[in-house]
């Protein structure tokens, strides 16, 4: 076990090896298991109607006869599904763990940069977990009312397959780090802001551009929680004014701004919106010209997604979005493969 989290914790510079891995485990370990639990299995006999004169063949659900061996194998399926999400879950811990304590003890972006590529795959992971878990739903009622019975066994092989893909990515998403500390993010965006001297430019715009993308984040988590009408505070119109100063390189116009951002992240890691709100209110004040530039050459900056980098520090809260489709997927198979039907098909010989 040490071994595995020691591999992951060196990994984690790039998530998307890490969830490479993750995913093919997981699909090691979830196709055979599936396969043993929910293989569709039919006992077959065939007899002849002499009032249409067809020989009928039909196939009688396998798990209707001996529901206890096939509740055996689903509570295997279960415990199978239990351990890994908890084996994960562990996982998870040791690499939100190494990851931060990176973030800590360094000034460079390294941990703003894994954040951001952490929230994309994480979501990307739980978009197509939801879609494969209502196209498993649908499956479910196709076969239990008997839609288009010609086609039921294929139904029964896309529904393991959905199974598969649901646990899968279920699993993907609970090995990921949780990143969402505003602390920890917001001293690293400290110490990036207080390495920028002047020196490269284009070092310097990358750690800007990292900043600026962190503290629109943070701040509108930040705001969120006493402010019910962030729109109206006009951040990102504040924030491109306070950028473009630090861009400008000149020396009292760079030490603005870095005061300034300063006093917000600090005031962000001490939880003071009130604080927060006055060094806003500073930056048209103080970054004039920086703010003429803007309006002059109607300058417009792009800033992130909040539904993409959405901030949720509630570690359970977080871990609990992949759960419901787990436990959903096992409640449908059930209910798909233990269901009371029959597969026929008819002929005649001449």
């Known amino acids: 076990m040490n071994s595995v989290f020691t591999v992951l914790s060196r990994l984690r510079v790039d998530l998307k090896y890490v969830s490479l891995l993750a995913l093919i485990a997981a699909l090691l370990v979830f196709y055979p298991t599936t396969n043993y639990a929910f293989k569709p299995l039919f006992l077959w006999f065939i007899f002849f109607n002499p009032y249409d004169e067809l020989f009928y063949l039909v196939y009688v659900n396998y798990n209707i006869l001996f529901p206890v061996g096939f ?10 599904v239990s351990a890994t999400a908890f084996i994960s879950i562990l996982i998870s811990q040791k690499l939100t763990k190494a990851t931060l304590k990176t973030g800590v003890k360094t000034n460079h972006t390294e941990i703003i940069q894994l954040w951001k590529t952490n929230k994309k795959i994480t979501l990307i992971a739980l978009i197509l977990q939801y879609l494969t878990l209502i196209a498993l739903v649908a499956l ?24 598969i893909i649901v646990s899968a990515l279920g699993i993907m998403y609970l090995v990921h780090p949780l990143l969402d500390d505003e602390v920890i993010l917001a001293q690293t965006c400290l110490n990036i802001i207080n390495s920028i001297e002047g020196g490269s430019e284009k070092e310097d715009a990358k750690k800007i551009e990292l900043v600026r993308f962190m503290l629109y984040i943070l701040l509108n988590h930040a705001l969120s929680k006493g402010i019910e009408e962030i729109e109206e505070l006009k951040l990102e119109h ?14 009292m116009t760079l030490n603005k701004a870095k005061t300034i951002i300063t006093n917000l992240l600090k005031a962000v890691i001490e939880n003071k919106i009130q604080d927060i709100l006055k060094n806003l209110s500073k930056i048209d ?37 992949a759960i419901p489709p787990l436990i959903t997927e096992i409640l449908l198979a059930i209910l798909i493969f233990l269901e009371k039907w029959l597969y026929y098909t008819t002929f005649k010989i001449l």
Do not use: C, H
């Open 140 to 163: 479910a009622f196709l076969i239990w009312y008997r839609i288009l019975q010609q086609y039921i066994l294929i139904f029964l092989s896309l529904a393991m397959y959905a199974l």
């Open 238 to 251: 504040s924030l491109t004014t306070l950028f473009l100063a630090l861009l400008q390189r000149e020396k």
């Open 285 to 321: 004040e103080k970054l004039g010209d920086a703010q003429k530039l803007a309006k002059n050459m109607e300058i417009s900056i792009g800033y992130p997604s909040l539904t993409l980098y959405m901030f949720n520090p509630s570690k359970k809260i977080t871990r609990l979005k």
């Open 71 to 80: 509740l055996a194998k689903a509570l295997i399926f279960i415990v199978v």
